[in-house]
């Protein structure tokens, strides 16, 4: 998905694709995204160490588990969300290309989204702990849509670009001409070449 913008009026106006997705990583807007990502990280792991731990050590053996389980998801999925926007800022911070950046994403691939199996137990959890898990699972929606925009428009661009064939071929054309194709001609034994 990219916002597109036509230029001029005339028969050699040429058409401007804006990067939205570029646009939006390196605008205020996504500042406001890393910051809640961070603020989200942190603010779980003082849950989980304080609080979170005390009070899953009064749960009853099947909410605890369950306990352990999302709090387990929900850790991977901020670590995995953490990743992305760290390596997002560096991007915007000129230390990574975007091809660098992507490379680097793909070696950490996002969780599904999911919670445990069993409803009940989910709904007996503690209040903090579903707050975070629903905070982390919103988070996770925006930065899969923003990641898909951005490879979208990374792939767009990779299509345009010269390949080392093209480069020879410009050559070629530079040195003898424009290539014309010529119809097979058929050698005495009957065959086509």
Same mark, same amino acid.
């Given at each position: 998905?990219?916002?597109? !913008?036509?230029?001029? !009026?005339?028969?050699?106006? !040429?058409?401007?694709? #804006?990067?939205?997705?570029?646009?939006?990583?390196?605008?205020?807007?996504?500042? *406001? *995204?890393?910051?809640?990502?961070?603020?989200?990280?942190?603010?779980?792991? +003082?849950?989980?160490?304080?609080?979170?731990?005390?009070?899953?050590?009064?749960?009853?053996?099947?909410?605890?588990?369950?306990?352990?389980?999302?709090?387990?998801?929900?850790?991977?999925?901020?670590?995995?969300?953490?990743?992305?926007?760290?390596?997002?800022?560096?991007? &915007?911070?000129?230390?990574?290309?975007?091809?660098?950046?992507?490379?680097?994403? &793909?070696?950490?691939?996002?969780?599904?989204?999911?919670?445990?199996?069993?409803?009940?137990?989910?709904? +007996?959890?503690?209040?903090?702990?579903?707050?975070?898990?629903?905070?982390?699972?919103?988070?996770?929606?925006?930065?899969?849509? #923003?990641?898909?925009?951005?490879?979208?428009?990374?792939?767009?661009? +990779?299509?345009?670009?010269?390949?080392?064939?093209?480069?020879?071929?410009?050559?070629?054309?530079? +040195?003898?001409?424009?290539?014309?194709?010529?119809?097979?001609?058929?050698?005495?034994?009957?065959?086509?070449?």
């Amino acid at each position: 998905m990219s916002v597109e !913008s036509k230029a001029g !009026s005339s028969e050699g106006a !040429s058409e401007n694709t #804006i990067p939205f997705g570029k646009k939006y990583t390196e605008s205020e807007q996504f500042s *406001v *995204v890393f910051q809640e990502g961070m603020a989200l990280v942190e603010a779980t792991a +003082a849950y989980l160490d304080g609080d979170g731990r005390a009070e899953a050590k009064g749960l009853e053996s099947q909410i605890s588990l369950a306990y352990a389980t999302e709090s387990m998801r929900l850790t991977t999925r901020l670590m995995q969300l953490a990743s992305w926007l760290l390596i997002r800022r560096a991007v &915007n911070d000129g230390e990574m290309t975007p091809e660098q950046a992507f490379e680097e994403q &793909n070696k950490v691939k996002f969780q599904h989204l999911t919670t445990v199996a069993n409803e009940e137990a989910y709904a +007996a959890l503690p209040v903090r702990l579903r707050e975070l898990n629903e905070a982390s699972l919103n988070l996770h929606r925006r930065v899969m849509s #923003i990641d898909k925009l951005l490879k979208s428009e990374l792939d767009d661009n +990779a299509g345009d670009a010269p390949t080392a064939i093209d480069d020879h071929l410009s050559l070629l054309k530079k +040195a003898f001409g424009p290539m014309v194709e010529t119809p097979p001609v058929e050698t005495p034994s009957g065959e086509t070449s």
